[in-house]
Protein backbone atom coordinates (compact mmCIF):
# COMPACT_ATOMS: atom_id res chain seq x y z
CA UNK A 1 0.00 0.00 0.00
CA UNK A 2 1.49 3.14 -0.80
CA UNK A 3 1.19 6.87 0.78
CA UNK A 4 -0.40 8.15 -2.22
CA UNK A 5 -4.27 8.24 -3.12
CA UNK A 6 -5.34 8.91 -6.08
CA UNK A 7 -8.95 8.96 -7.66
CA UNK A 8 -10.45 7.63 -10.75
CA UNK A 9 -14.02 9.19 -11.07
CA UNK A 10 -16.50 6.49 -11.83
CA UNK A 11 -17.91 7.06 -15.16
CA UNK A 12 -21.69 7.29 -15.12
CA UNK A 13 -23.29 5.92 -18.59
CA UNK A 14 -22.32 3.95 -21.07
CA UNK A 15 -20.87 6.99 -23.24
CA UNK A 16 -18.09 7.59 -20.95
CA UNK A 17 -14.60 6.27 -21.84
CA UNK A 18 -13.26 2.76 -20.58
CA UNK A 19 -10.56 3.05 -17.91
CA UNK A 20 -7.17 2.84 -19.59
CA UNK A 21 -5.25 -0.30 -19.40
CA UNK A 22 -3.53 -0.86 -16.28
CA UNK A 23 0.20 -1.47 -16.70
CA UNK A 24 2.13 -4.04 -14.24
CA UNK A 25 1.13 -6.76 -12.28
CA UNK A 26 -1.11 -4.71 -9.18
CA UNK A 27 -4.68 -4.07 -10.30
CA UNK A 28 -4.61 -5.68 -13.80
CA UNK A 29 -8.25 -7.05 -13.91
CA UNK A 30 -7.15 -10.65 -15.57
CA UNK A 31 -4.54 -11.26 -12.80
CA UNK A 32 -6.94 -10.17 -10.19
CA UNK A 33 -9.87 -12.29 -11.08
CA UNK A 34 -6.87 -16.01 -11.12
CA UNK A 35 -6.30 -13.88 -7.17
CA UNK A 36 -9.16 -13.97 -6.01
CA UNK A 37 -10.50 -17.26 -7.75
CA UNK A 38 -7.82 -19.38 -6.32
CA UNK A 39 -9.63 -17.76 -2.35
CA UNK A 40 -13.16 -18.46 -3.96
CA UNK A 41 -12.10 -21.96 -4.60
CA UNK A 42 -11.24 -22.90 -1.44
CA UNK A 43 -14.52 -21.89 -0.25
CA UNK A 44 -16.89 -23.50 -2.34
CA UNK A 45 -14.93 -26.45 -2.27
CA UNK A 46 -15.63 -26.79 1.60
CA UNK A 47 -19.00 -26.92 0.99
CA UNK A 48 -19.06 -29.91 -0.77
CA UNK A 49 -16.03 -31.89 -0.37
CA UNK A 50 -16.40 -32.41 3.43
CA UNK A 51 -19.43 -34.47 2.66
CA UNK A 52 -17.39 -36.81 1.47
CA UNK A 53 -14.87 -37.18 4.40
CA UNK A 54 -18.21 -36.96 7.41
CA UNK A 55 -18.61 -41.00 7.39
CA UNK A 56 -14.63 -41.26 7.84
CA UNK A 57 -14.74 -38.85 10.81
CA UNK A 58 -17.45 -40.08 12.19
CA UNK A 59 -15.91 -43.34 12.62
CA UNK A 60 -12.48 -41.85 13.99
CA UNK A 61 -14.05 -39.16 16.04
CA UNK A 62 -16.80 -41.75 17.51
CA UNK A 63 -19.24 -38.91 16.39
CA UNK A 64 -23.17 -39.22 16.52
CA UNK A 65 -25.47 -38.59 13.61
CA UNK A 66 -26.52 -35.00 14.99
CA UNK A 67 -22.68 -34.06 15.16
CA UNK A 68 -21.71 -34.87 11.88
CA UNK A 69 -24.32 -32.89 10.65
CA UNK A 70 -23.38 -30.37 12.40
CA UNK A 71 -19.91 -30.08 10.38
CA UNK A 72 -21.22 -28.97 7.62
CA UNK A 73 -24.27 -26.77 9.32
CA UNK A 74 -21.91 -25.14 11.06
CA UNK A 75 -20.58 -23.98 7.88
CA UNK A 76 -23.76 -22.62 6.13
CA UNK A 77 -24.55 -21.08 9.41
CA UNK A 78 -21.68 -18.54 9.42
CA UNK A 79 -21.79 -17.77 6.30
CA UNK A 80 -24.77 -17.13 6.31
CA UNK A 81 -25.39 -15.11 9.21
CA UNK A 82 -22.13 -13.25 8.55
CA UNK A 83 -22.13 -12.75 4.45
CA UNK A 84 -23.38 -9.20 4.44
CA UNK A 85 -21.67 -7.79 7.66
CA UNK A 86 -18.56 -8.89 5.80
CA UNK A 87 -19.68 -7.49 2.59
CA UNK A 88 -19.92 -4.00 4.70
CA UNK A 89 -16.44 -4.57 6.06
CA UNK A 90 -15.10 -4.55 2.65
CA UNK A 91 -16.32 -2.18 1.55
CA UNK A 92 -15.44 0.43 4.60
CA UNK A 93 -11.83 -0.55 4.87
CA UNK A 94 -11.18 -2.21 1.27
CA UNK A 95 -12.03 -5.72 -0.15
CA UNK A 96 -8.28 -6.21 -0.69
CA UNK A 97 -7.55 -6.08 2.68
CA UNK A 98 -10.75 -8.06 3.72
CA UNK A 99 -10.25 -10.70 1.00
CA UNK A 100 -6.28 -11.24 2.28
CA UNK A 101 -7.72 -11.43 5.88
CA UNK A 102 -10.68 -14.10 5.18
CA UNK A 103 -8.05 -16.24 3.09
CA UNK A 104 -5.17 -16.36 6.02
CA UNK A 105 -7.92 -17.43 8.56
CA UNK A 106 -9.95 -19.83 6.48
CA UNK A 107 -6.24 -21.89 5.68
CA UNK A 108 -5.47 -21.16 9.39
CA UNK A 109 -8.67 -22.89 10.62
CA UNK A 110 -8.19 -25.37 8.15
CA UNK A 111 -5.04 -26.65 9.40
CA UNK A 112 -6.87 -26.29 12.94
CA UNK A 113 -9.36 -29.12 11.57
CA UNK A 114 -6.58 -31.22 10.67
CA UNK A 115 -5.42 -31.62 13.98
CA UNK A 116 -8.73 -31.89 15.63
CA UNK A 117 -8.58 -34.95 18.17
CA UNK A 118 -12.11 -34.33 18.96
CA UNK A 119 -16.18 -33.63 17.37
CA UNK A 120 -16.58 -31.04 19.52
CA UNK A 121 -12.81 -28.71 17.53
CA UNK A 122 -13.78 -29.87 14.32
CA UNK A 123 -17.26 -27.74 14.74
CA UNK A 124 -15.63 -25.20 16.50
CA UNK A 125 -13.30 -24.47 13.68
CA UNK A 126 -15.69 -25.62 10.82
CA UNK A 127 -17.57 -22.40 12.39
CA UNK A 128 -14.59 -20.19 12.03
CA UNK A 129 -14.14 -21.65 8.82
CA UNK A 130 -17.32 -20.60 7.31
CA UNK A 131 -16.98 -16.79 9.16
CA UNK A 132 -13.35 -15.99 7.31
CA UNK A 133 -15.02 -17.72 4.19
CA UNK A 134 -17.90 -14.54 4.73
CA UNK A 135 -15.04 -12.38 4.56
CA UNK A 136 -13.52 -13.48 1.16
CA UNK A 137 -16.82 -14.49 -0.66
CA UNK A 138 -18.08 -10.66 -0.93
CA UNK A 139 -15.11 -9.18 -1.30
CA UNK A 140 -13.63 -10.69 -4.09
CA UNK A 141 -16.97 -9.70 -6.24
CA UNK A 142 -16.06 -6.87 -5.22
CA UNK A 143 -12.89 -6.30 -6.65
CA UNK A 144 -13.92 -7.87 -10.23
CA UNK A 145 -16.66 -5.33 -10.24
CA UNK A 146 -13.78 -2.30 -9.14
CA UNK A 147 -11.74 -4.27 -11.68
CA UNK A 148 -13.15 -5.10 -14.85
CA UNK A 149 -14.62 -2.16 -17.19
CA UNK A 150 -18.38 -2.79 -18.03
CA UNK A 151 -17.80 -4.33 -20.91
CA UNK A 152 -16.13 -7.49 -19.43
CA UNK A 153 -17.51 -8.01 -16.06
CA UNK A 154 -20.01 -10.40 -17.63
CA UNK A 155 -17.10 -12.74 -18.67
CA UNK A 156 -15.09 -12.29 -15.62
CA UNK A 157 -18.35 -12.96 -13.51
CA UNK A 158 -18.76 -15.82 -15.88
CA UNK A 159 -15.65 -17.39 -15.08
CA UNK A 160 -15.78 -16.52 -11.45
CA UNK A 161 -19.56 -18.78 -10.97
CA UNK A 162 -17.41 -21.23 -13.67
CA UNK A 163 -15.20 -21.86 -10.72
CA UNK A 164 -17.61 -21.85 -7.74
CA UNK A 165 -19.53 -24.40 -9.66
CA UNK A 166 -16.68 -26.56 -10.47
CA UNK A 167 -15.45 -26.82 -7.15
CA UNK A 168 -19.12 -27.38 -5.36
CA UNK A 169 -19.71 -30.32 -8.05
CA UNK A 170 -15.86 -31.37 -7.88
CA UNK A 171 -15.95 -31.52 -4.23
CA UNK A 172 -16.99 -35.23 -3.87
CA UNK A 173 -14.36 -36.25 -6.63
CA UNK A 174 -11.48 -34.56 -4.90
CA UNK A 175 -12.69 -35.61 -1.37
CA UNK A 176 -13.27 -39.24 -2.92
CA UNK A 177 -9.44 -39.17 -3.43
CA UNK A 178 -8.18 -37.88 -0.56
CA UNK A 179 -10.57 -39.51 1.82
CA UNK A 180 -9.44 -43.19 0.37
CA UNK A 181 -5.82 -42.69 -0.10
CA UNK A 182 -5.08 -40.55 2.23
CA UNK A 183 -7.07 -39.48 5.35
CA UNK A 184 -9.85 -37.80 6.19
CA UNK A 185 -7.91 -34.68 7.69
CA UNK A 186 -6.28 -34.21 4.18
CA UNK A 187 -9.48 -33.06 3.02
CA UNK A 188 -8.64 -29.67 5.17
CA UNK A 189 -4.69 -29.57 5.39
CA UNK A 190 -4.92 -29.24 1.73
CA UNK A 191 -6.47 -25.61 1.90
CA UNK A 192 -3.35 -24.66 4.26
CA UNK A 193 -0.91 -24.26 0.79
CA UNK A 194 -3.64 -23.00 -1.45
CA UNK A 195 -4.22 -20.28 1.03
CA UNK A 196 -0.68 -19.53 0.98
CA UNK A 197 -0.62 -19.50 -2.97
CA UNK A 198 -3.84 -17.10 -2.86
CA UNK A 199 -2.10 -14.75 0.46
CA UNK A 200 0.80 -14.19 -1.56
CA UNK A 201 -0.69 -13.95 -5.13
CA UNK A 202 -2.93 -11.50 -3.98
CA UNK A 203 -0.59 -9.86 -1.68
CA UNK A 204 1.30 -9.31 -4.79
CA UNK A 205 -1.40 -8.85 -7.70
CA UNK A 206 -4.40 -6.77 -5.90
CA UNK A 207 -5.26 -3.21 -5.65
CA UNK A 208 -7.47 -1.63 -3.22
CA UNK A 209 -10.27 -0.57 -4.73
CA UNK A 210 -12.81 2.30 -2.28
CA UNK A 211 -15.66 4.28 -3.69
CA UNK A 212 -15.67 7.97 -2.93
CA UNK A 213 -18.34 7.66 -1.02
CA UNK A 214 -17.50 4.34 0.75
CA UNK A 215 -19.40 4.26 4.09
CA UNK A 216 -17.17 5.69 6.69
CA UNK A 217 -18.97 4.04 10.09
CA UNK A 218 -20.72 0.78 11.13
CA UNK A 219 -24.20 0.33 11.87
CA UNK A 220 -23.55 -1.86 15.23
CA UNK A 221 -27.45 -2.25 15.72
CA UNK A 222 -27.95 -3.23 12.19
CA UNK A 223 -25.65 -5.95 12.49
CA UNK A 224 -26.68 -7.30 16.02
CA UNK A 225 -30.44 -7.32 14.23
CA UNK A 226 -29.49 -8.69 10.77
CA UNK A 227 -26.65 -11.25 12.71
CA UNK A 228 -29.63 -12.37 14.70
CA UNK A 229 -32.28 -12.40 12.05
CA UNK A 230 -30.57 -14.40 10.04
CA UNK A 231 -28.66 -16.84 12.65
CA UNK A 232 -32.65 -17.61 14.02
CA UNK A 233 -33.96 -18.14 10.54
CA UNK A 234 -31.36 -20.95 9.54
CA UNK A 235 -31.42 -22.41 12.70
CA UNK A 236 -34.67 -23.22 12.43
CA UNK A 237 -34.47 -24.27 8.69
CA UNK A 238 -31.72 -26.91 10.08
CA UNK A 239 -33.27 -28.40 12.92
CA UNK A 240 -37.02 -28.25 11.76
CA UNK A 241 -36.54 -31.82 10.40
CA UNK A 242 -35.52 -32.64 13.49
CA UNK A 243 -38.48 -30.87 16.06
CA UNK A 244 -40.89 -30.95 12.80
CA UNK A 245 -42.35 -28.30 10.67
CA UNK A 246 -45.50 -28.01 13.27
CA UNK A 247 -43.69 -28.04 16.29
CA UNK A 248 -43.85 -24.94 18.63
CA UNK A 249 -40.15 -24.06 18.82
CA UNK A 250 -39.55 -23.94 14.58
CA UNK A 251 -41.99 -21.31 14.57
CA UNK A 252 -40.68 -19.67 17.92
CA UNK A 253 -37.13 -19.17 16.35
CA UNK A 254 -38.66 -18.52 12.75
CA UNK A 255 -41.35 -15.74 14.77
CA UNK A 256 -37.92 -14.32 16.60
CA UNK A 257 -36.11 -13.65 12.96
CA UNK A 258 -38.89 -11.98 11.44
CA UNK A 259 -39.26 -10.03 14.20
CA UNK A 260 -35.35 -9.01 14.22
CA UNK A 261 -35.98 -8.41 9.91
CA UNK A 262 -38.86 -6.19 11.06
CA UNK A 263 -37.09 -4.15 13.61
CA UNK A 264 -33.79 -4.10 11.66
CA UNK A 265 -35.84 -2.90 8.53
CA UNK A 266 -37.48 -0.10 11.00
CA UNK A 267 -33.52 0.78 12.07
CA UNK A 268 -32.34 1.13 8.44
CA UNK A 269 -34.51 3.62 7.54
CA UNK A 270 -33.08 6.23 10.80
CA UNK A 271 -29.48 5.35 10.92
CA UNK A 272 -27.75 7.99 8.95
CA UNK A 273 -24.85 4.99 6.98
CA UNK A 274 -27.31 1.62 7.53
CA UNK A 275 -25.65 -1.51 7.07
CA UNK A 276 -27.89 -2.66 4.22
CA UNK A 277 -29.57 0.42 2.58
CA UNK A 278 -33.60 -0.41 1.91
CA UNK A 279 -33.20 1.68 -1.29
CA UNK A 280 -31.44 -1.44 -2.79
CA UNK A 281 -34.44 -3.15 -2.91
CA UNK A 282 -36.72 -0.45 -4.40
CA UNK A 283 -35.00 -2.28 -7.67
CA UNK A 284 -37.04 -4.68 -8.46
CA UNK A 285 -34.19 -6.31 -10.84
CA UNK A 286 -31.97 -6.62 -7.93
CA UNK A 287 -34.65 -7.81 -5.81
CA UNK A 288 -35.15 -10.73 -8.37
CA UNK A 289 -31.62 -11.93 -8.37
CA UNK A 290 -31.94 -12.27 -4.89
CA UNK A 291 -34.83 -14.32 -4.95
CA UNK A 292 -33.68 -16.11 -7.92
CA UNK A 293 -30.52 -17.31 -6.20
CA UNK A 294 -32.34 -18.22 -3.33
CA UNK A 295 -35.09 -20.49 -5.78
CA UNK A 296 -31.67 -21.63 -8.00
CA UNK A 297 -29.79 -22.48 -4.36
CA UNK A 298 -32.60 -24.82 -3.32
CA UNK A 299 -33.91 -26.50 -6.59
CA UNK A 300 -29.38 -27.09 -7.28
CA UNK A 301 -27.78 -27.82 -3.87
CA UNK A 302 -31.35 -29.55 -2.01
CA UNK A 303 -31.37 -31.50 -5.16
CA UNK A 304 -27.76 -32.73 -5.16
CA UNK A 305 -27.91 -33.74 -1.86
CA UNK A 306 -29.57 -36.86 -2.41
CA UNK A 307 -27.69 -37.60 -5.54
CA UNK A 308 -24.64 -38.73 -4.12
CA UNK A 309 -26.55 -40.60 -1.56
CA UNK A 310 -28.06 -42.26 -4.34
CA UNK A 311 -24.96 -42.88 -5.89
CA UNK A 312 -23.50 -44.12 -2.85
CA UNK A 313 -25.71 -46.40 -1.18
CA UNK A 314 -28.24 -47.53 -4.21
CA UNK A 315 -25.81 -47.77 -6.97
CA UNK A 316 -22.93 -48.92 -4.38
CA UNK A 317 -20.08 -46.77 -5.83
CA UNK A 318 -17.22 -45.45 -4.00
CA UNK A 319 -16.67 -41.94 -3.24
CA UNK A 320 -14.55 -41.57 -6.46
CA UNK A 321 -16.62 -43.39 -8.85
CA UNK A 322 -19.81 -41.38 -7.58
CA UNK A 323 -17.86 -37.96 -8.34
CA UNK A 324 -17.01 -38.90 -11.56
CA UNK A 325 -20.28 -39.84 -12.09
CA UNK A 326 -20.96 -36.00 -11.72
CA UNK A 327 -18.57 -34.64 -14.36
CA UNK A 328 -21.21 -34.27 -16.49
CA UNK A 329 -22.38 -31.71 -14.32
CA UNK A 330 -19.48 -30.27 -13.57
CA UNK A 331 -18.15 -30.24 -16.79
CA UNK A 332 -21.20 -28.47 -18.16
CA UNK A 333 -20.75 -25.82 -15.89
CA UNK A 334 -17.16 -24.98 -16.47
CA UNK A 335 -18.56 -24.65 -20.18
CA UNK A 336 -21.43 -23.05 -19.85
CA UNK A 337 -20.18 -20.17 -17.31
CA UNK A 338 -17.49 -18.34 -19.43
CA UNK A 339 -20.46 -18.23 -22.77
CA UNK A 340 -22.99 -17.23 -20.41
CA UNK A 341 -21.28 -14.18 -19.70
CA UNK A 342 -20.74 -13.86 -23.11
CA UNK A 343 -24.20 -14.30 -24.13
CA UNK A 344 -25.52 -12.10 -21.26
CA UNK A 345 -23.24 -9.25 -21.96
CA UNK A 346 -24.20 -9.41 -25.44
CA UNK A 347 -28.50 -10.15 -25.02
CA UNK A 348 -28.35 -8.98 -21.71
CA UNK A 349 -29.47 -11.47 -18.34
CA UNK A 350 -33.29 -12.27 -18.72
CA UNK A 351 -33.64 -14.59 -21.77
CA UNK A 352 -30.64 -16.73 -20.39
CA UNK A 353 -31.82 -16.66 -16.68
CA UNK A 354 -35.05 -17.53 -17.48
CA UNK A 355 -33.60 -20.51 -20.23
CA UNK A 356 -31.39 -21.96 -17.52
CA UNK A 357 -34.17 -22.40 -14.99
CA UNK A 358 -36.33 -23.74 -17.86
CA UNK A 359 -33.38 -26.85 -18.74
CA UNK A 360 -32.84 -26.97 -14.07
CA UNK A 361 -36.50 -27.60 -13.67
CA UNK A 362 -36.05 -30.16 -16.99
CA UNK A 363 -33.35 -31.89 -15.61
CA UNK A 364 -34.37 -32.03 -12.13
CA UNK A 365 -37.80 -33.97 -13.55
CA UNK A 366 -35.82 -36.28 -15.80
CA UNK A 367 -33.72 -37.00 -12.05
CA UNK A 368 -37.08 -37.88 -10.70
CA UNK A 369 -37.21 -40.78 -12.57
CA UNK A 370 -34.27 -42.30 -11.87
CA UNK A 371 -35.05 -45.76 -10.90
CA UNK A 372 -32.33 -48.46 -8.67
CA UNK A 373 -31.06 -49.45 -12.13
CA UNK A 374 -30.62 -46.81 -14.26
CA UNK A 375 -27.78 -46.66 -16.35
CA UNK A 376 -24.98 -44.56 -16.65
CA UNK A 377 -25.74 -42.40 -19.43
CA UNK A 378 -29.36 -41.93 -18.75
CA UNK A 379 -27.94 -40.02 -15.49
CA UNK A 380 -25.20 -38.34 -17.45
CA UNK A 381 -27.65 -36.90 -19.69
CA UNK A 382 -29.24 -35.47 -16.88
CA UNK A 383 -26.57 -34.13 -14.89
CA UNK A 384 -25.47 -32.67 -17.65
CA UNK A 385 -28.41 -30.83 -18.67
CA UNK A 386 -28.51 -29.53 -14.63
CA UNK A 387 -25.33 -28.09 -15.52
CA UNK A 388 -26.20 -26.75 -18.38
CA UNK A 389 -28.88 -24.81 -16.80
CA UNK A 390 -27.30 -23.51 -13.74
CA UNK A 391 -24.35 -21.73 -15.90
CA UNK A 392 -26.35 -18.93 -16.66
CA UNK A 393 -28.16 -18.58 -13.57
CA UNK A 394 -25.08 -18.71 -11.64
CA UNK A 395 -23.34 -15.74 -13.83
CA UNK A 396 -26.42 -14.00 -14.44
CA UNK A 397 -28.26 -13.57 -11.45
CA UNK A 398 -24.54 -12.53 -9.54
CA UNK A 399 -24.32 -10.06 -12.00
CA UNK A 400 -27.80 -8.16 -12.18
CA UNK A 401 -27.22 -8.04 -7.82
CA UNK A 402 -24.11 -6.44 -8.11
CA UNK A 403 -24.43 -4.57 -11.12
CA UNK A 404 -27.81 -2.79 -10.00
CA UNK A 405 -26.30 -1.94 -6.80
CA UNK A 406 -24.39 1.12 -6.43
CA UNK A 407 -20.14 1.02 -6.50
CA UNK A 408 -19.98 1.83 -2.97
CA UNK A 409 -22.34 -0.92 -1.73
CA UNK A 410 -20.85 -3.51 -4.04
CA UNK A 411 -19.50 -5.79 -0.66
CA UNK A 412 -22.78 -5.80 0.71
CA UNK A 413 -24.48 -6.90 -2.77
CA UNK A 414 -21.37 -9.77 -2.91
CA UNK A 415 -23.10 -10.53 0.39
CA UNK A 416 -26.50 -10.23 -0.36
CA UNK A 417 -25.76 -13.00 -3.83
CA UNK A 418 -24.10 -15.30 -1.23
CA UNK A 419 -26.42 -15.23 1.86
CA UNK A 420 -29.00 -15.64 -0.83
CA UNK A 421 -27.41 -18.95 -2.23
CA UNK A 422 -26.98 -19.91 1.42
CA UNK A 423 -29.93 -19.78 2.54
CA UNK A 424 -31.63 -21.25 -0.48
CA UNK A 425 -28.79 -24.12 0.19
CA UNK A 426 -30.11 -24.62 3.87
CA UNK A 427 -33.72 -24.19 2.71
CA UNK A 428 -33.33 -26.44 0.11
CA UNK A 429 -31.61 -29.50 1.78
CA UNK A 430 -34.04 -28.96 4.91
CA UNK A 431 -37.37 -28.69 3.02
CA UNK A 432 -36.13 -31.53 0.70
CA UNK A 433 -35.30 -33.00 3.17
CA UNK A 434 -38.64 -33.06 5.27
CA UNK A 435 -40.42 -33.71 1.60
CA UNK A 436 -37.92 -36.90 1.92
CA UNK A 437 -38.45 -38.08 4.95
CA UNK A 438 -42.76 -37.93 5.00
CA UNK A 439 -42.27 -39.77 2.01
CA UNK A 440 -40.26 -42.49 3.68
CA UNK A 441 -42.40 -42.73 6.88
CA UNK A 442 -45.41 -43.29 4.90
CA UNK A 443 -44.34 -45.54 2.66
CA UNK A 444 -41.98 -47.62 4.15
CA UNK A 445 -44.57 -49.80 6.79
CA UNK A 446 -46.57 -50.50 3.50
CA UNK A 447 -43.26 -51.84 1.24
CA UNK A 448 -41.94 -53.80 4.28
CA UNK A 449 -45.26 -55.80 4.54
CA UNK A 450 -45.36 -56.34 0.89
CA UNK A 451 -42.37 -57.94 0.99
CA UNK A 452 -43.28 -60.52 3.65
CA UNK A 453 -40.65 -59.30 6.36
CA UNK A 454 -40.51 -59.73 10.13
CA UNK A 455 -42.92 -56.88 11.67
CA UNK A 456 -40.67 -53.92 13.48
CA UNK A 457 -41.03 -52.37 16.74
CA UNK A 458 -41.81 -48.57 16.53
CA UNK A 459 -38.71 -48.00 17.74
CA UNK A 460 -37.00 -50.36 14.87
CA UNK A 461 -39.09 -48.56 12.30
CA UNK A 462 -38.02 -45.33 13.13
CA UNK A 463 -34.41 -46.39 13.03
CA UNK A 464 -35.06 -48.06 9.50
CA UNK A 465 -37.01 -45.25 8.22
CA UNK A 466 -33.75 -42.89 9.37
CA UNK A 467 -31.50 -45.34 7.66
CA UNK A 468 -33.67 -45.51 4.28
CA UNK A 469 -33.86 -41.97 3.90
CA UNK A 470 -30.04 -41.59 2.98
CA UNK A 471 -30.43 -44.94 0.99
CA UNK A 472 -28.77 -47.80 3.55
CA UNK A 473 -30.82 -50.80 4.20
CA UNK A 474 -31.50 -51.37 8.09
CA UNK A 475 -30.28 -54.97 7.84
CA UNK A 476 -28.66 -56.08 10.86
CA UNK A 477 -25.43 -58.23 11.57
CA UNK A 478 -26.44 -62.12 11.22
CA UNK A 479 -29.26 -61.34 8.89
CA UNK A 480 -29.70 -64.58 6.55
CA UNK A 481 -28.67 -63.80 3.15
CA UNK A 482 -32.81 -64.14 1.09
CA UNK A 483 -33.84 -61.86 3.97
CA UNK A 484 -30.98 -59.43 3.54
CA UNK A 485 -31.88 -59.16 -0.36
CA UNK A 486 -35.63 -58.19 0.45
CA UNK A 487 -34.44 -55.62 2.89
CA UNK A 488 -32.27 -53.91 1.02
CA UNK A 489 -34.66 -53.70 -2.10
CA UNK A 490 -37.39 -52.34 0.12
CA UNK A 491 -34.97 -49.97 0.83
CA UNK A 492 -33.98 -48.77 -2.09
CA UNK A 493 -37.27 -48.99 -3.71
CA UNK A 494 -38.81 -46.83 -0.53
CA UNK A 495 -35.56 -43.89 -1.38
CA UNK A 496 -36.23 -44.08 -4.93
CA UNK A 497 -39.87 -42.87 -4.73
CA UNK A 498 -38.57 -40.20 -1.92
CA UNK A 499 -35.81 -38.82 -4.11
CA UNK A 500 -38.30 -39.08 -6.81
CA UNK A 501 -41.03 -36.67 -5.12
CA UNK A 502 -38.19 -34.61 -3.86
CA UNK A 503 -36.95 -33.94 -7.34
CA UNK A 504 -40.54 -32.99 -8.39
CA UNK A 505 -40.31 -30.14 -5.62
CA UNK A 506 -37.13 -28.78 -6.96
CA UNK A 507 -38.36 -28.99 -10.28
CA UNK A 508 -41.13 -26.83 -9.02
CA UNK A 509 -39.44 -24.12 -7.47
CA UNK A 510 -37.20 -24.05 -10.71
CA UNK A 511 -40.43 -23.66 -12.58
CA UNK A 512 -41.60 -20.44 -10.18
CA UNK A 513 -38.11 -19.19 -10.51
CA UNK A 514 -38.31 -19.13 -14.51
CA UNK A 515 -40.87 -16.27 -13.85
CA UNK A 516 -39.00 -14.66 -11.46
CA UNK A 517 -36.36 -14.34 -13.88
CA UNK A 518 -38.06 -12.40 -16.41
CA UNK A 519 -38.46 -9.78 -13.67
CA UNK A 520 -34.41 -9.32 -14.37
CA UNK A 521 -32.46 -6.67 -16.35
CA UNK A 522 -29.18 -5.22 -16.97
CA UNK A 523 -27.75 -3.24 -14.04
CA UNK A 524 -28.29 0.51 -14.09
CA UNK A 525 -24.98 0.98 -12.22
CA UNK A 526 -22.74 -1.86 -14.24
CA UNK A 527 -21.06 1.09 -16.22
CA UNK A 528 -19.08 2.51 -13.04
CA UNK A 529 -16.93 -0.62 -12.71
CA UNK A 530 -13.18 -0.04 -13.31
CA UNK A 531 -13.26 3.04 -11.53
CA UNK A 532 -12.84 3.95 -7.80
CA UNK A 533 -9.80 4.81 -5.28
CA UNK A 534 -6.85 3.32 -6.12
CA UNK A 535 -4.73 3.33 -3.03
Avoid at 117 to 122: E, R
Avoid at 147 to 159: D, H, Q, R, V
Avoid at 164 to 180: F, K, Q
Avoid at 464 to 478: F, K, L, T, Y
Amino acid sequence: MTSQTTVDKAPQSPEYPAPAPTKGLRGHPWLTLFSVAIGVMMVALDGTIVAIANPAIQKDLGATFADVQWITNGYFLALAVALITAGKLGDRFGHRQTFLIGVTGFAAASGAIGLSDSIALVIVFRVLQGLFGALLMPAALGLLRATFPAEKLNMAIGIWGMVIGASTAGGPILGGVLVEHVSWQSVFFINVPVGVIALVVGAVILRDHRAENAPKSFDILGILLLSSAMFCLVWAIIKAPVWGWGSGTTWLFIGVSVACFVLFGFWETKVKEPLVPLGLFKSVPLSAGVVLMVLMAVAFLGGLFFVTFYLQNVHGMSAVDSGLHLLPLTGMMIVGSPLAGVLITKVGPRIPLAGGMALTAAAMFGMSTLETGTGSVTMSIWFALLGLGLAPVMVGATEVIVGNAPMELSGVAGGLQQSAMQIGGSLGTAVLGAVMASKVSNDLPGNWTDAGLPPLSSAQAEAAAEAVQVGVPPVEPGTPAEIAEKITGVAHDTFMSGMGLACLVAAGVATVAIFVALLTKRGDNAEAAGGGVHI
